[in-house]
């Protein structure tokens, strides 16, 4: 298993067209290493799309929307 491989397989988030920078977990892991390390549960993404989804799923009670 390698984040790399999961990056150079996606390399344009289809959002904002950039560049994907960051692993992101479509579920959230909250600790689950099985969920952590699902490869099926990868997505790529810009790091500020990222950094956006991440923070709605913290502060927001996990509404990613």
Do not use: Y
């Amino acid at each position: 298993m390698s984040w790399t491989r999961s990056l150079s397989e996606i390399t344009v988030n289809p959002e904002t067209e950039g560049p994907a920078t960051d692993v992101d977990h479509i579920t959230p892991h909250k600790g689950d290493r099985r969920l952590f390390f699902d490869q099926s549960n990868w997505q790529s993404l810009c790091k500020s799309c990222h950094s956006r989804k991440t923070a709605r799923e913290v502060f927001h009670g996990g509404v990613a929307g």
